[in-house]
């Protein structure tokens, strides 16, 4: 794989840039785009307001693809590093037995439920994270992914012609090469519902709402995880993310990391969900196992160079090559990376999270999410909901709209 070298190419003038790289490549959160304001020009002639404007945009996009090189060459660096590691193999789901107890009706049939949720739990708390097969049925895994890569095609025309438009649409992973975090919209026909209907006319009618099915079977009353996620961060807990992790053919490799800045308590529980079968070739996320602690958090945020590539090397590193319907659920503070997709097929995951209700405070992570969906929800609203929709409401999350723009607290 090439690495682009635009340091070299693009910044024979001066820019002083390559030390703010340098200092940044390999941190966690280096996703972000530096603040144009840390470009310093040492041009001595005169220019025009509009030369100005223009070196500026042409600066800053220079800086956030300088960046990028920069982390892509991390990447490669920790991929060799993983290749090393003996210890890597397939994730696996675990084989945990739900134990029945006495009870009737109802209570017979959740009770076997709330007893395995309490087992992935265990897991979850020791290895930060666990497999769980067959979260989604096969035909609402392909519904769902056929209705969230329309999503993205409507995006992309959306952001095209307005690309003010883009932190609606897309979420952490944005301007990433084929890939890209997509923020997802609750109401029936999704994007298409965005624009309100002119007065005189009919709203359109849908004959599907995919994402709410997927929703049904994932955490509606007897759901396949939502006894695991109640046990994790109760009812209370805040729906932090919605959203598609779309990554293209050509999409290059992550660097390792956690989502959010390490705190004592597990901030966020991440589902992974597959909309189609996750091979090798389509580049399925590497977590190291156990990494959630403070002591990993501290070796990989404060550590040296030579420490962070020790703990690749050392960590017990699982492969999540998934069938379809299959799910990861991972403490947030785990490290982590998505693989480069070299297949000639696109790899489509659902993407949800709640919030600890017992961490109070900032994150240090806004997530994906839309931003009027920011604290609106809780799992016991999102319950409330898919109740209302099994009982009938075919749009039973339009109280709290399309998700555009933030909502006033």
Do not use: W
Not at 246 to 260: A, F
Not at 270 to 295: E, N, R, W, Y
Not at 358 to 382: H, Q, T
């Amino acid at each position: 794989m090439t690495v682009h070298s635009s340091i070299r190419r693009h910044l024979g003038h001066s820019l002083v840039l390559t030390l703010a790289i340098a200092c940044r490549f390999a941190a966690p959160f280096s996703s972000y785009p530096i603040r144009t304001a840390a470009i310093r020009c040492t041009h001595r002639h005169r220019s025009s307001p509009a030369s100005s404007i223009f070196s500026s945009i042409s600066a800053q996009d220079l800086l956030y693809q300088d960046q990028q090189d920069a982390m892509l060459r991390r990447a490669l660096h920790e991929e060799e590093l993983l290749s090393r590691n003996k210890s890597t193999k397939e994730l696996l789901a675990p084989k945990l037995k739900a134990q029945p107890k006495s009870g009737t009706g109802f209570a017979m049939k959740a009770k076997p439920l709330v007893s395995l949720a309490e087992a992935q739990a265990t897991v979850v708390r020791k290895e930060g994270l666990v497999r769980i097969d067959n979260v989604l049925t096969a035909d609402v895994a392909d519904s769902l992914r056929e209705y969230v890569l329309e999503q993205q095609r409507i995006a992309k025309i959306e952001t095209d012609r307005d690309a003010s438009l883009s932190q609606i649409y897309y979420g952490v992973e944005n301007r990433r090469k084929s890939r890209c975090d997509l923020q997802l919209s609750l109401l029936q026909g999704g994007y298409a519902a965005d624009r309100r209907t002119p007065e005189g006319e009919e709203p359109a009618v849908y004959e599907t709402f995919p994402l709410a099915d997927a929703l049904q079977q994932l955490l509606g009353e007897e759901g396949t995880l939502r006894h695991l996620y109640e046990n994790l961060v109760t009812m209370e807990g805040e729906f932090y993310e919605l959203a598609a992790v779309i990554t293209d053919p050509g999409s290059n490799r992550q660097t390792v990391h956690p989502d959010l800045p390490f705190q004592e308590k597990a901030p966020l529980y991440v589902i992974f969900l597959a909309l189609q079968d996750v091979t090798v070739q389509m580049g399925p996320t590497s977590f190291l196992m156990g990494t959630h602690t403070s002591k990993c958090n501290d070796i990989f945020n404060c550590g040296g160079a030579s420490q962070k590539d020790e703990l690749i090397l050392k960590s017990e590193c699982r492969l999540s090559t998934l069938k379809k319907g299959d799910a990861v659920l991972f403490d947030a503070r785990t490290l982590h990376c998505g693989n480069a997709n070299d297949s000639e097929s696109t790899r489509a995951l659902f993407n949800f999270s709640f919030r600890n209700a017992a961490v109070k405070g900032d994150l240090g992570y806004k997530g994906s999410i839309r931003p009027g969906y920011e604290k609106a929800m809780k799992l016991k609203d999102m319950s409330e909901a898919l109740l209302a929709y099994g009982a009938g409401d075919e749009n039973p999350f339009a109280k709290f709209g399309n998700g555009m723009f933030k909502r006033g607290y």
